[in-house]
């Protein structure tokens, strides 16, 4: 079925003790995307996944990794996920120490680079990098665990930044995916969605919804969540 965004699944909100099959059943159940959380437990009060486990996970689908690195300092990790397969590897502006230089060794590795704003970071700071973004992530919990509740204030920021991205466009600029993540469900995925996001991240939505993984992000795009029987 046709749609346009892209729903990526947290694998945060996974059972950790079967991260391959979890995996396979958000690639079965129409994922666009696998988002992958790595928390450092000094950038953020959480320590999560590792390149080896990005590794070990690449085997279980082709579908793009979404690497989001909440890491500080991010430059020595970025050729570790690189070559344990991430696709996409966004960075926070604010891990340092030099963002400008971490987006290009990301997409001189040939992946595609992000960088991401936490909900109390201005929308200027996309302005400097934009021509080196493939994607932009408006956080809108703040960073490190999942399960939290959407803050309604960053709607602006994604409008915000939607308008800077058209313009850019307009410009002859390359396409930029805005993606939201945190506390994303059916109903704020639709508030996302007319402020102009293209991808969204959903961990508790997808894992701990109400029904199938298949129908969480049926859900999450808008369509009818009625089971097949
Ligand atoms: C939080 C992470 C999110 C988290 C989202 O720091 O970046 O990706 O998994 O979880 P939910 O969708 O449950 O808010
Ligand atoms: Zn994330």
Same mark, same amino acid.
């Given at each position: 079925?046709?749609?346009?965004?892209?729903?990526?699944?947290?694998?945060? #909100?996974?059972?950790?003790?079967?991260?391959?099959?979890?995996?396979?059943?958000? !690639?079965?159940?129409?994922? !666009?995307?696998?988002?992958?959380?790595?928390?450092?437990?000094?950038?953020?009060?959480?320590?999560?996944?590792?390149?080896?486990?990005?590794?070990?996970?690449?085997?279980?689908?082709?579908?793009?990794?979404?690497?989001?690195?909440?890491?500080?300092?991010?430059?020595?990790?970025?050729?570790?996920?690189?070559?344990?397969?991430?696709?996409?590897?966004?960075?926070?502006?604010?891990?340092?120490?030099?963002?400008?230089?971490?987006?290009? #060794?990301?997409?001189?590795?040939?992946?595609?680079?992000?960088?991401?704003?936490?909900?109390?970071?201005?929308?200027?700071?996309? !302005?400097?990098?934009?021509?080196?973004?493939?994607?932009?992530?408006?956080?809108?919990?703040?960073?490190?665990?999942?399960?939290?509740?959407?803050?309604?204030?960053?709607?602006?920021?994604?409008?915000?930044?939607?308008?800077?991205?058209?313009?850019?466009?307009?410009?002859?600029?390359?396409?930029?995916?805005?993606?939201?993540?945190?506390?994303?469900?059916?109903?704020?995925?639709?508030?996302?969605?007319?402020?102009?996001?293209?991808?969204?991240?959903?961990?508790?939505?997808?894992?701990?919804?109400?029904?199938?993984?298949?129908?969480?992000?049926?859900?999450?795009?808008?369509?009818?969540? #009625?089971?097949?029987?």
């Amino acid at each position: 079925m046709p749609h346009n965004v892209l729903i990526s699944p947290s694998i945060l #909100s996974a059972d950790f003790a079967a991260l391959g099959q979890a995996v396979r059943d958000i !690639d079965a159940a129409g994922a !666009d995307m696998i988002h992958i959380d790595v928390m450092d437990n000094h950038y953020v009060p959480n320590l999560t996944i590792g390149p080896m486990v990005v590794k070990a996970l690449r085997k279980h689908t082709t579908k793009p990794f979404d690497v989001h690195l909440m890491v500080s300092p991010v430059d020595a990790l970025i050729p570790m996920f690189l070559d344990a397969g991430a696709d996409y590897i966004t960075v926070h502006p604010d891990a340092g120490p030099h963002l400008h230089r971490s987006l290009q #060794s990301i997409r001189d590795g040939g992946a595609k680079a992000g960088i991401v704003l936490n909900p109390g970071a201005p929308v200027e700071q996309l !302005d400097p990098v934009i021509d080196l973004c493939d994607q932009v992530m408006v956080m809108s919990v703040n960073p490190g665990f999942g399960g939290q509740s959407f803050i309604p204030s960053q709607l602006d920021k994604i409008a915000a930044i939607r308008a800077r991205i058209d313009a850019h466009v307009a410009k002859g600029g390359q396409d930029i995916l805005l993606q939201v993540d945190g506390g994303v469900n059916p109903t704020t995925a639709q508030d996302c969605i007319r402020a102009g996001a293209t991808s969204l991240v959903a961990g508790s939505a997808v894992f701990k919804g109400a029904g199938t993984y298949a129908e969480n992000i049926a859900a999450l795009r808008g369509q009818n969540v #009625s089971r097949v029987a």
